[in-house]
């Protein structure tokens, strides 16, 4: 029997509700509205637009261009027209300017019967700077929230080197399955995606960590590996959030501790989600820069809780419609998952790189807090994954002191909501700490 491995510190155990929408296939939705496509779809510098109204665009095109180091392409999600450039608002608050493109019809038409297959793709014959450049330019970035550049992470600094490729699979958020439904129907190309990145980075081990209430993925990913003889580790991980950071998932399958401020190339580790490894096959097989996402449509305020597979630039009012619309009164709608996402005022808003779940939640499930003071209980203490005293830290931030609570490890802190999630006093850890950062910056 394989052993289950976990992080050790903190933590929570929330509810899971994944059965809504885990047995649900995966659906490709074809949408024939106008696209609204940012230009911040990543971590880091907002691409540079490179096209004007009027321009007619092909499907693949480059319509914004990397604008830094930590940057990343944006590419047409169809053949059309550009009708419009203005500015949105994303779920997160941030403004990004965005490309509005009317698609041509006959492309619609065909959309939903488009095969691509590049047999011709020979792996031995492609040098890992040719695999990474071609990365860079499919603006490929990290899918399971952080959108980190890919091409940055798999570009080991000198003097370095990756001994232990670890490929994410734990999708611990609550109500999300996107990544679960990929790695049951797709499970044969994020193993040719590994070897990709096996060529490139050449690790001593390779670890897939799935989260134990994913036994059908596993089973799966055990089988496959068996077959293709990749010499996978899969490793089952104990269900318990967050057990998908980046740092946790590190400390669970190597055993190690990343300490403040390093990187996880520092102990030889490179982490990629299984959604990244997925486009990254999707690009040297299928030709495709990174245009459309599996999204999880979920929630006990919604009729028919589906997985998409969507093309960035759709509304989400419009997968929210696809899945049936609402069955009960909407509390809240969530961009992502509950504990680290986004409430979401306006569902005109887009379809990203990032969008991993739309959650639609009714009043039972978001109930009416009153905040009160803290009552020095110790919970978010005992919480914190990162060993972070969050009460403390949220007193010297409510006070403007924000200079000692960067002192004190801020940020270190990856706001989880861990904190928020265990607080009987219902204070708004996580805000206080996003307004520290900021205000710590400056």
Excluded: W
């Excluded at 319509?63 to 590419?75: K, L, R, W």
């Excluded at 695999?131 to 940055?152: D, H, Q, S, Y």
Aim: aromatic residues 6%; positive net charge; glycine residues 10%.
């Amino acid at each position: 029997m394989i052993k289950v491995k976990s992080f050790g510190r903190g933590g929570v155990h929330p509810s899971g509700y994944k059965k809504l929408a885990n047995s649900k296939s995966i659906k490709r939705l074809v949408y024939s509205g106008n696209y609204i496509v940012p230009m911040s779809q990543h971590l880091g510098a907002p691409a540079q637009c490179l096209v004007s109204v009027g321009d007619e665009i092909k499907e693949y095109q480059l319509i914004g261009e990397a604008a830094g180091f930590i940057s990343a392409n944006v590419h047409s999600p169809v053949t059309g027209k550009v009708v419009g450039l203005r500015q949105i608002s994303l779920p997160n608050g941030a403004v990004s300017n965005a490309v509005e493109i009317e698609p041509d019809k006959d492309f619609i038409d065909n959309m939903s019967s488009q095969q691509n297959d590049n047999s011709d793709f020979n792996l031995d014959e492609m040098p890992s700077e040719i695999l990474i450049e071609k990365i860079k330019a499919a603006g490929i970035v990290g899918m399971g929230g952080a959108t980190f550049p890919a091409n940055v992470k798999l570009s080991v600094p000198k003097g370095k080197n990756c001994t232990d490729l670890i490929i994410n699979g734990v999708e611990c958020e609550p109500f999300l399955c996107a990544d679960h439904r990929l790695m049951l129907e797709k499970g044969d190309q994020i193993f040719k995606g590994i070897e990709i990145l096996k060529k490139i980075l050449n690790p001593d081990n390779i670890s897939i960590g799935i989260e134990n209430n994913k036994k059908d993925a596993i089973a799966n990913f055990i089988n496959i590996n068996a077959e293709k003889g990749v010499g996978c580790n899969i490793q089952p991980l104990k269900v318990k959030y967050p057990q998908g950071d980046e740092k946790q998932l590190i400390k669970a399958i190597m055993g190690k501790e990343l300490p403040s401020g390093a990187l996880p190339i520092d102990l030889g580790a490179v982490v990629l989600n299984v959604s990244t490894v997925h486009a990254i096959y999707d690009l040297f097989y299928n030709g495709k820069a990174l245009v459309e996402r599996v999204v999880t449509v979920t929630g006990d305020a919604i009729a028919n809780p589906s997985n998409f597979l969507v093309r960035v630039g759709v509304p989400y009012s419009f997968l929210i419609e696809q899945a049936g619309g609402f069955v009960d009164e909407v509390k809240k709608i969530v961009s992502g998952g509950p504990m680290m996402g986004f409430a979401v005022l306006d569902t005109s808003v887009p379809i990203t790189k990032g969008s991993g779940g739309i959650l639609c939640l009714s009043k039972s499930i978001v109930r009416d807090k009153h905040t009160t003071n803290c009552l020095s209980c110790g919970r978010c203490l005992n919480a914190c994954p990162m060993g972070l005293s969050p009460a403390m830290l949220y007193k010297l931030i409510d006070s403007g002191k924000y200079g000692p609570a960067m002192k004190m490890g801020l940020m270190d802190c990856k706001e989880c909501g861990c904190c928020s999630y265990v607080c009987p006093a219902a204070i708004p850890l996580v805000q206080g700490f996003k307004l520290g950062k900021r205000m710590g910056r400056k």
